[in-house]
Structures are given as C-alpha cells and as structure tokens.
C-alpha cells in the first residue's frame, strides 16, 4: 500500500542553523501539507501546498519557514534560522484530489530537535 | 479564530463502548474529522462528517449537529489496541486548511 515517507526520522540541530524536512507524498496525490506537534500537545497545522503553491498557512508559518516542491516527489519544509522553540515532530501529509472525505495520511514524521 | 474541545482523557474497560466529545467554534465550517494517534505514530483517519447525522465504519462511528457545532466519535467493544489519543479536527471555510482539537487519551484497561 502506497504510503508518505519523510526523511530523517530524527533531527538534531543547533539553534539558528537551518534545517531541511524531506517528504515523499503518495504519488498520485495533490494535496501536501506540513504539521507539527510539540511533544504531548495537539497536531498544528503550518501549511497547505496545491498547484505547486502555497494555498493556506498559519500563524506559526512566518518568514522562518518555507516550503519547495522542487521536483514531481518531494516536499520539503525548510526552517531558516532554528529556535529552541521549533523543537517538534513535524508531520508531512498528503491527500488526492478525489477525496471526498477529505482523508489525509500521514507520514511517519520527523522529531526536531534544537539545542 | 479557531477552538475545538474534547475531553482530555476517557478510560474505558474491554468490550465496553465509549464516546468521545468535541464541540467547536470556527469562523467557517465545512467538516469534521477524526484521526487515531498512538503513542510515537503519526495520525490516521478515521471518518469524516460534512453532514449531520451518523457515519458508521466497523467498530467506529462519528456523529456531527452543525447547529449545536458537536460531534462524537463511538468506539464500540473496545479492544486494548484502541488504547491511542484521538483527535477531531474541522476543514476551516476555506477548502485547505485544517484546525485539530488538543485530542482524547483512550486508555482501554482489561
């Protein structure tokens, strides 16, 4: 069974350097999204890709983060300039088009952690 | 702005059936989901409700009242595998966007 994959599993990083999260979506997917989730808290929405472009994103997405679809694979969430805040598990999600649910499947997620 | 609430934790008994709240208040609305975490795994759907009424998939069952912005998820003979935090989450008026609540820890004891 197709399923999203992100790469690494697990990040450390030094506070302000940047950090690269990797993404493999379901490949006949059109939907991409990135969440985070601080340990033992609620899943957060960051940002929604469609059309090779951004097309929601949140408060927490300011000009620290962005995203790239660079080729017809990957997805990635970069994070300029790394806080000790920043440490999460960040999730990267993808949806079809035809998803009358609106069924997301997640990856198994990233953990990042900033020292 | 955007506020879901569910209880924090349930603990039920093995073969019992239990339902888990969220009431919600969003500025548009266009549909509730559910998603089952474990512990150190990432979410996976269970249902979503764009109508009112009631979806029914297996043991799993998820209940929406747009006019009293309440839903429930009905987990019915409980296995100890369901032990995992559950979360609602609503699709926000705009198509792409969604708000998850702070989610409810089932613990299933024997």
């Known amino acids: 069974e197709p399923e999203v994959t992100q790469t690494p599993s697990h990040q450390v990083t030094q506070m302000g350097q940047e950090v690269i999260l990797r993404c493999v979506p379901i490949?006949?997917?059109?939907?991409f999204y990135w969440y985070r989730q601080i340990l033992g808290q609620k899943v957060e929405f960051l940002v929604s890709?469609?059309?090779?472009?951004?097309?929601?994103k949140s408060e927490i997405f300011d000009d620290q983060f962005s995203v790239e679809r660079p080729d017809g694979s990957n997805f990635t969430l970069k994070i300029r300039s790394t806080k000790l805040e920043d440490s999460a598990m960040y999730f990267c999600?993808?949806?079809?088009?035809?998803?009358?649910?609106?069924?997301?499947?997640f990856g198994p997620g990233t953990r990042l952690t900033v020292t | 702005g955007q506020s879901l609430e569910q209880p924090s934790e349930v603990t039920a008994v093995e073969g019992a059936i239990v339902q888990i709240n969220c009431t919600y208040q969003?500025?548009?609305?266009?549909?509730l989901s559910w998603y089952q975490q474990h512990d150190g795994g990432a979410p996976t759907f269970l249902s979503y409700n764009a109508l009112d009424g009631l979806e029914e998939t297996g043991r799993f069952s998820s209940f929406l009242s747009r006019s009293d912005s309440y839903g429930y998820l009905l987990l019915q003979e409980l296995q100890m595998k369901d032990s995992a935090s559950y979360f609602c989450a609503v699709r926000d008026g705009n198509f792409n966007k969604f708000y998850f609540g702070s989610g409810t820890k089932l613990n299933v004891k024997p």
């Open positions: 490949s006949n997917h059109l939907y």
């Open positions: 999600a993808s949806r079809p088009r035809t998803s009358g649910s609106y069924e997301q499947y």
């Open positions: 890709f469609y059309n090779n472009e951004i097309s929601e």
């Open positions: 969003t500025s548009g609305f266009y549909g």
